[in-house]
């Protein structure tokens, strides 16, 4: 809304005035401070000239569903329309690609965003059934590592918790789970932002036992995001109840290995000559 009044040449203090709101309330909407009503969102695409029928749908659907909290979205692609037909408002890599940290629980699988393409096509390939969405879903995730890594400066920082047992399950063959431990280890050592901890199988009870989450570390002034999976995609949680999701993140990073344990375990698991090792 704020690139559709600067491309106007329009002012804050003119479109506040014709809406009848405070200066400071326009700014805070246009900040994401606040989230546009609907009808004044349909009143600026009046004065914008936002005819098109598909960009001012979206925009007003945006603006009627902004309000809400705790979204599900799909595990085969981008979020399109949710059942009810409302437009949905943001999907798991829109919030995802916006954080300045992502804080990864993984209890059964080594996360996306560090997977190897072998390691990523055996679970991809268990999730869709017809080659072209496996080529697809494996090209998305390609494109959105990259984004991660390479066209963010500075680059997303990735604190991730791996349960012990991920690190031994052979999807895809022990080959394949030993060339995913390698190039774990290669990521680790190569890129300062990325840092992972091992959750030991000695380890009882935790907080993590319900499942696979991540944390979304936003942009101050914005509060944490949480992206809890499941079999059939992400539950976007927001609000206070993400806090939770945060504080048992922390629990389980008090009873992990450090991260100097983490790295020497994950690489003796990688080294296909230790008998230790899962491809052994």
């Known amino acids: 809304m704020r690139q559709l009044r600067e491309?106007?040449?329009?002012?804050?203090?003119?479109?506040?005035?014709?809406?009848?709101?405070?200066?400071s309330t326009l700014a805070r909407y246009e900040r994401a401070e606040w989230?546009?009503?609907?009808?004044?969102?349909?009143?600026?695409?009046?004065?914008?000239?936002?005819?098109d029928d598909p960009a001012r749908s979206l925009l007003v659907d945006l603006a009627q569903n902004a309000w809400r909290i705790n979204q599900w979205t799909p595990a085969t692609g981008p979020?399109?329309?949710?059942?009810?037909?409302?437009?949905m408002v943001v999907d798991a890599w829109w919030v995802q690609q916006r954080a300045e940290e992502l804080w990864i629980y993984a209890n059964l699988l080594v996360p996306e965003v560090v997977q190897?393409?072998?390691?990523?096509?055996?679970?991809?390939?268990?999730?869709?059934?017809?080659?072209?969405?496996v080529d697809k879903l494996i090209r998305q995730l390609t494109e959105r590592q990259q984004a991660l890594e390479e066209d963010k400066k500075p680059p997303t920082r990735l604190e991730i918790l791996i349960e012990e047992p991920a690190l031994h399950r052979p999807v895809g063959g022990r080959l394949v789970l030993q060339q995913q431990l390698q190039h774990l280890a290669?990521?680790?050592?190569q890129?300062?932002?990325?840092?992972?901890?091992?959750?030991?199988?000695?380890?009882?009870?935790?907080?993590?036992?319900?499942?696979?989450?991540?944390?979304?570390?936003?942009?101050?002034p914005y509060p944490p995001v949480a992206l809890v999976h499941h079999l059939d995609g992400q539950l976007i949680i927001e609000a206070d109840a993400a806090q939770r999701y945060k504080d048992a993140f922390d629990k389980l990073r008090e009873v992990s290995l450090s991260p100097s344990e983490s790295t020497a375990l994950i690489a003796t698991l990688a080294d296909p000559e230790d008998t230790s090792s899962p491809a052994a």
């Open 7 to 23: 491309d106007r040449g329009l002012t804050l203090k003119y479109i506040a005035s014709y809406l009848g709101v405070e200066f």
């Open 35 to 51: 989230p546009f009503r609907r009808d004044h969102v349909i009143a600026l695409l009046d004065v914008y000239g936002v005819y």
């Open 79 to 87: 979020a399109e329309e949710s059942g009810n037909g409302d437009a």
């Open 116 to 133: 190897a393409r072998d390691y990523a096509q055996a679970v991809i390939a268990h999730r869709a059934q017809k080659q072209p969405l």
């Open 186 to 189: 290669r990521l680790v050592e």
């Open 191 to 220: 890129r300062p932002h990325i840092n992972v901890r091992v959750l030991p199988t000695r380890i009882g009870w935790h907080p993590g036992l319900d499942g696979t989450f991540t944390v979304c570390q936003m942009q101050r």
